[in-house]
């Protein structure tokens, strides 16, 4: 029994250096015991393209990473991955204290995707907070150039009001505006393309035509209004994705917590539970369970999207 432990605490440390080096096992082990084999053309294709084929830990890790730059954090995928290591070696070793390796096993794993899963778990978060600050920074200026009837004195105005990261392209805004040509159409021309909304591209739109005709600025409040209720909208599509992980929870509470009272009402389950080979697999299987549980809450808590697929 404990020569298993003191190998399972060595895989453990195994992948963790693995993990944290970037190395693979399996190349490393081919490359050392293997001839080296010439790869073909089309697996040099594939593997450029990116559409060599990963196991469900590979797609999970790649698909954190994706996130994490697509919503402009990337710098923190490596304290992620630690993370994962950390909680990895954490969990194997919660398994050894109780002297299961079932349950050992599946600890490893759920602490190993447990920070994965909490990133794909933010990007409804981020874009709610990054469409929120969008929708109010263009109701400030609209506001601001009813009265000014001046767009950059507009946004000088209220530059220090917007957040990040509508702040930047305002302040691009103004920059092309003062510094490289003062044409306001060009300037709203050149920040188009630097906020994926359609609704931002629609208000730039209309700021030029009213810019050039100021008697149509009700088209702008249009375009304001029209912000407000999707946003609206789209926090209502935010709470109902978000229903299925906190039924998950629930659910968890649910399954696992009798445990604790079945052992404190009978005393003779507790040797029955961590003692027996039967009790070991029977609590492996519950937290195999509530994993699989977590894994589908969140799949099914990820917003539609190409940078969300899995």
Aim: net charge neutral.
């Amino acid at each position: 029994m404990n020569l298993f432990f003191v190998v399972l605490v060595t895989m453990s440390m195994a992948t963790a250096f693995f993990l944290l080096t970037g190395i693979s096992p399996r190349e490393t082990v081919t490359s050392l015991f293997s001839r080296q084999k010439q790869p073909s053309l089309e697996a040099e294709l594939l593997n450029i393209r990116g559409l060599k084929k990963q196991n469900f830990i590979e797609r999970q890790f790649s698909l954190a990473k994706a996130i994490l730059e697509i919503t402009e954090r990337g710098n923190e995928y490596a304290r992620y991955r630690r993370l994962s290591v950390l909680f990895a070696t954490i969990g194997a070793g919660a398994g050894a204290v109780l002297l299961n390796p079932f349950l050992a096993a599946v600890l490893l794993i759920a602490g190993l995707l447990g920070p994965m899963f909490a990133v794909q778990l933010s990007v409804t978060a981020f874009q709610s907070e990054s469409r929120e600050t969008l929708y109010a920074s263009i109701s400030t200026v609209t506001g601001s150039f009813d009265q000014l009837e001046d767009l950059p004195a507009s946004v000088s105005a209220n530059i220090p009001h917007i957040g990040a990261p509508v702040q930047a392209v305002f302040q691009e805004f103004l920059r092309q505006c003062t510094i490289i040509n003062p044409s306001v159409p060009r300037a709203l021309t050149i920040v188009t393309g630097m906020i994926d909304s359609d609704n931002w591209r629609e208000w730039c739109d209309t700021a030029q035509i009213c810019i050039e005709n100021p008697s149509k600025k009700e088209a702008l409040r249009e375009v304001v209004e029209k912000c407000n209720k999707q946003n609206q909208i789209h926090a209502e599509l935010d709470m109902i994705l978000r229903r299925p992980f906190r039924d998950m929870i629930k659910m968890a509470c649910i399954v696992v917590g009798p445990i604790p009272f079945i052992c404190f009402i009978f005393p003779d389950a507790v040797p029955v539970l961590f003692g027996t080979w039967q009790g070991k697999a029977v609590l492996a299987v519950i937290a195999a369970a509530v994993f699989h549980g977590f894994y589908r809450a969140v799949h099914a808590s990820r917003p539609l999207g190409k940078a969300v697929e899995a």
